[in-house]
C-alpha cells in the first residue's frame, strides 16, 4: 500500500543552526502535503500545507520565513527549520493524500527534533 | 471543537472489554471524519473512516458512529486488546481540499 516516508526520525541540532526534514511518498505522486507539529501529549497541529510547485500556505501564527518549505517534485517535500531554537522540538509529522485510492490520507512516521 | 492541553483524558478498559471513545467535532461543513490510532514515538495510524453521509460503518473489530445532529463522533473497539494501548484521535475534513483538523486525543489503557 501507499506509504509516506519522514527522514530523518530522529536529530539533535545546536540552537541557532538549521534542520531539514523530508517527507516523501513512496509509490504514489501527491500534489498536496501537510505538515504538522506535535508537542508531547498534545493533538496534532497543522502548520502549513505545501504545494507542489507553488508557494506553500501556513496557518496563522506559523512562521513562514522560519519553517521554510521546498515541494519540489510530486514525490517529496521539505521541511526547514532555520534558526532553531529550545522552543522549536517537537514532534514533526507529514501526510499526504492518494487520489486514485480516494483520498485516503497517510501520514509518515514523524520526525523526533531537538534543540540543545 | 477541539481541545489541546497538557493531560489527555484517559480511558481504562479491562483486556477483553468494549472500549467507547468520543470526540466532538465543530465544523458541520466537514465531509469526512478520520479516527486515528498513535502510539508513542509515532505517526498516526489509520484505523478507519466515515463520510458524512453515513452515520455508521464497521471494521473489523472497531466501529466509527457519526451523529451529525450534535456534530459527535466515536469509535467502538470490541474486545479490547493490550495492543490497543495507545491514543486515538478524531480527525475532520473540512470542504478545503485534504487539510485534517484534529480533535485533542484520547489515551486508551487497557488492564491485563
Known amino acids: 500500500g501507499a506509504v509516506v516516508s519522514q527522514h530523518p526520525s530522529w536529530v539533535i541540532c545546536k540552537s541557532g543552526t538549521s534542520v531539514k526534514i523530508e517527507c516523501r511518498s513512496l509509490?504514489?505522486?501527491?500534489?498536496?502535503m501537510f505538515w504538522y507539529r506535535q508537542f508531547p501529549k498534545q493533538s496534532l497541529m497543522l502548520m502549513a500545507t505545501?504545494?507542489?510547485?507553488?508557494?506553500?500556505?501556513?496557518e496563522q501564527g506559523v512562521e513562514k520565513d522560519k519553517f521554510l518549505i521546498n515541494h519540489a517534485s510530486l514525490t517529496l517535500s521539505t521541511l526547514t527549520v532555520t534558526s532553531a531554537h529550545p522552543e522549536d522540538s517537537s514532534f514533526y509529522i507529514c501526510?499526504?493524500?492518494?487520489?486514485?485510492?480516494?483520498?485516503?490520507?497517510?501520514f509518515g512516521e514523524g520526525s523526533w527534533l531537538t534543540v540543545v | 471543537g477541539e481541545s489541546v492541553g497538557l493531560h489527555l483524558p484517559t480511558l481504562s478498559v479491562q483486556e477483553g472489554d468494549n472500549s467507547i471513545i468520543n470526540c466532538a467535532y465543530s465544523?458541520?461543513?466537514?465531509?469526512?471524519f478520520i479516527w486515528y490510532k498513535q502510539e508513542s514515538g509515532k505517526g498516526p495510524q489509520f484505523i478507519i473512516d466515515?463520510?458524512?453521509?453515513?452515520d455508521k460503518r464497521q471494521g473489523q473489530r472497531v466501529t466509527v458512529l457519526l451523529n451529525k445532529t450534535v456534530k459527535h463522533l466515536s469509535l467502538q473497539i470490541a474486545a479490547t486488546q493490550p495492543g490497543d494501548s495507545a491514543v486515538y484521535f478524531c480527525?475532520?475534513?473540512?470542504?478545503?481540499?485534504?487539510?485534517?483538523?484534529f480533535g485533542g486525543g484520547t489515551r486508551l489503557m487497557v488492564k491485563p
Open positions: 480527525a475532520e475534513r473540512g470542504n478545503a481540499g485534504n487539510m485534517l483538523t
Open positions: 501526510s499526504a493524500s492518494q487520489l486514485s485510492s480516494g483520498n485516503t490520507i497517510y
Open positions: 465544523n458541520s461543513a466537514s465531509d469526512y
Open positions: 509509490d504514489f505522486q501527491a500534489t498536496t
Open positions: 466515515i463520510r458524512s453521509n453515513m
Open positions: 505545501s504545494n507542489e510547485g507553488s508557494k506553500a500556505t501556513y
